[in-house]
């Protein structure tokens, strides 16, 4: 009985972990958005247009809503196709940036933040070294682009289509619920924007703590041993749970945040969540194609197959050889290792890779 009455709590813990992400993202949205307007335009820079992609997907806090965007841009003749391709690949790194932030939520207790912060960085050491291999691949033969204009011509006269998540619809009437209260008492302001920030980074950690603590409980023993076993029978079951969650979600932070507390709580191993965060790499890929399919220019289209094919061939050059596939984990494991015992560092992380270096990097090369 107090197995269900946790189990119970449990659902509605991550509920309001998934509205706590939500409020984070309408924060930063709210604070950034003409600032990511401003960004797309006028970026013929490779590096600089990587950085704006980081940068805007930081600021929406979602790379489904920067990849979205660029279709629409792309679409309308504002940006060409080889000028959206570094922003699309910069959408996936900067959408780490909410797993790396509910992580901080086990700052407090040692070994469950050794595993939660190694289980946010492995997402961001493998989507910068993608970058690093395609990024240069892509400016020197364009093949992604190529490619994804070949099959825009497979594709091109399907018929545009809507993805409503249920679950995604959900989690907005409690977030609209605290973006009402927001707005009642700020109004459309920046202050507004800040209070829904704070609003979701109080309740990301509160709520972080109480399902860690639960998820022992509930998941504990057999169904343990079971979650790892089943998923750590094959990656491409991993990787095909990974694409399905995050399209049931529509947003890989969502769906990558989630794995988190079962990260931080022992419940979940590191190997065993890894091709999971893949999978989420190319579930998030289906809303720019929703969004391409519903605009009449093919552009739009090819943009959006360069974002799949990015995310799939960086799968098919880490996953399949063990050394490569081993190398983000390792990484993160030793980041983990060394924030633990210093845990400024976390915050200069942070700000380093997803605000300061984009930054940098777009003034320099602009």
């Known amino acids: 009985m107090e197995r269900a009455a946790r ?21 930063i949205a709210g604070l950034g958005e003409e600032f990511t307007d401003q960004l797309f335009r006028g970026v013929g820079n490779p590096l600089a247009a990587l950085a704006v992609g980081i940068l805007a997907t930081v600021l929406a806090q979602s790379s489904s809503v920067t990849t979205a965007t660029l279709v629409g841009l792309v679409g309308a003749g504002v940006l060409s196709v080889g000028d959206a391709v570094p922003m699309i690949m910069g959408a996936n790194v900067g959408t780490t940036i909410t797993n790396t932030l509910a992580s901080i939520g086990s700052i407090r207790r040692v070994e469950e933040f050794r595993r939660a912060f190694a289980g946010a960085t492995m997402h961001d050491f493998f989507n910068v070294a993608s970058v690093m291999i395609l ?13 994804a204009v070949a099959l825009s011509d497979i594709f091109g006269d399907a018929a545009g289509g809507e993805f409503n998540s249920p679950v995604r619809e959900a989690v907005g009437v409690g977030a609209g619920l605290v973006e009402d209260a927001a707005a009642a008492l700020a109004g459309p302001t ?50 095909l749970v990974g694409a399905i969650l995050t399209v049931a979600v529509q947003s890989s932070s969502i769906s990558t945040s989630l794995l988190i507390p079962m990260i931080a709580a022992g419940v ?62 390792r990484a993160s494991r030793a980041v983990a290792d060394q924030a633990v015992k210093r845990r400024t560092m976390v915050l200069v992380y942070v700000v380093l890779l997803f605000v300061v270096l984009p930054l940098l990097v777009i003034v320099v090369a602009r």
Not at 137 to 143: K, S
Not at 211 to 229: C, F
């Open 190 to 239: 920046r202050v507004g924007a800040v209070i829904l920030l704070a609003s979701g980074l109080l309740l990301i950690f509160v709520t972080l703590v109480s399902i860690t603590k639960n998820m022992r409980v509930v998941v504990a023993g057999p169904a343990e041993r079971s979650l790892n076993a089943v998923l750590g029978r094959s990656g491409v079951l991993g990787i």
């Open 135 to 147: 990024l240069p691949v892509e400016i020197a033969t364009g093949v992604l682009a190529r490619t």
């Open 7 to 27: 189990l119970l709590l449990l659902f509605v813990l991550l509920y309001l972990f998934l509205v706590a992400v939500d409020l984070l993202g309408s924060g």
């Open 268 to 329: 979940l191993r590191l190997e065993n969540a890894y091709p999971v965060t893949l999978g989420a790499n190319l579930g998030t890929t289906i809303t720019a194609l929703l969004a391409a399919l519903a605009i009449p220019q093919i552009a739009g289209l090819q943009i959006a197959l360069v974002h799949l094919l990015f995310n799939v061939v960086g799968i098919l050059i880490f996953y399949p050889v063990p050394f490569l596939r081993r190398l983000p984990l």
